[in-house]
């Protein structure tokens, strides 16, 4: 049962493996009381044979959401001191190869199911007075990539509806905070991979040779691409957003995010294209 004097609380979503497991992990040697999701059966068992609270959450199913904050705030005493909405996934293809369900599937989890979580909480945060909500992004929610359009997109409205937020909560004691990694070493870029060879890989597409080149660069990369960084990474600037007195709105993780975000605002729109068109052909 959660101590009061102790510990701050914390959920945090998406922790069967990468970031969200780190973080998890990471929080919990600090003393957090950390309750840490996932949507398979297996994963919560070996979160919970870790010593976290283990609560089954699916972002895509509106009573999930709900069920899973009622089973924080039971085992808190309906408090609740940050929210880390890390979850989600990556749909690649050329945007003229994503169907409406799709790109429907990609906001469902990224952006619909994260918000829908996150205003469920932010009640819970105003009457006590004080909470941490921080939105993991990414570098491509800063820059848009070829071939990621709807990861993109889901990223940018991520962006959008997060500093919204920030605004609105003003003097409420609750801060919101971006992270914004570039590659980080996990499973998310297997799990990318999978969708597109189950959701849109099709001999008619235009697009298809330079996908079979991307598809053979990944197998021959694997996570040694450039700039990668393990998720302790990105753990460290989500501990600056959780304790920092005053944390900051954006949150840069690895060189690639700030190396394009200074060249996007340096080159001019062309240019910065061909960059940015280069390096998804090799990413």
Same mark, same amino acid.
């Given at each position: 049962m959660f101590n009061k004097a102790n510990s701050k609380t914390i959920l /945090? $979503?998406?922790? %069967?493996?990468?970031i969200g497991l780190c973080a998890a992990q990471t929080l919990k040697a600090r003393g957090y009381d950390v309750f840490a999701t996932a949507r398979k059966a297996e994963d919560i068992a070996r979160l919970q044979a870790m010593g976290l609270h283990g609560v089954t959450l699916d972002l895509d199913d509106s009573a999930s959401i709900e069920?899973?904050?009622? @089973?924080? #705030?039971?085992? &808190? =005493?309906?408090? *609740? =001191?940050? *929210?880390?909405?890390?979850s989600g996934f990556a749909q690649p293809g050329a945007i !003229?190869? #994503? %169907?409406?369900? +799709? /790109?429907?599937?990609?906001?469902? &989890?990224?952006?619909?199911? @994260?918000? !829908? #979580? $996150?205003?469920?909480? /932010?009640?819970i945060m105003r009457e006590q007075g004080h909470g941490r909500i921080v939105f993991n992004s990414s570098l491509l929610g800063l820059v848009a990539m070829a071939y990621r359009g709807a990861y993109n997109a889901s990223k940018f409205a991520l962006e959008g509806f997060a500093q919204t937020l920030r605004q609105e909560l003003h003097g409420s004691g609750i801060h919101v905070s971006l992270i914004e990694p570039g590659p980080i070493k996990s499973q998310f870029r297997d799990n990318a991979r999978d969708k597109f060879l189950a959701s849109i890989? @099709?001999?008619n597409s235009y697009h298809m040779p330079l996908y079979q080149a991307m598809n053979a660069a990944y197998r021959q990369n694997g996570h040694n691409a450039a700039f990668m960084r393990e998720p302790q990474a990105v753990v460290k600037k989500l501990l600056r957003a959780l304790e920092s007195r005053f944390p900051k709105p954006h949150y840069y993780v690895t060189s690639a995010t700030h190396m394009l975000v200074m060249l996007?605002?340096? *080159?001019?729109?062309? +240019?910065?294209?061909? +960059? *940015?068109?280069? /390096?998804?052909?090799?990413a």
């Open positions: /945090i $979503t998406g922790c %069967s493996s990468g069920a899973a904050v009622q @089973t924080v #705030l039971q085992q &808190t =005493d309906n408090r *609740l =001191d940050a *929210l880390f909405n890390n !003229e190869d #994503l %169907s409406r369900d +799709v /790109i429907r599937q990609q906001f469902e &989890t990224n952006v619909f199911g @994260t918000i !829908e #979580l $996150t205003n469920r909480v /932010i009640p890989a @099709t001999r996007k605002r340096l *080159l001019p729109h062309r +240019v910065m294209d061909y +960059v *940015l068109r280069q /390096i998804a052909k090799r």
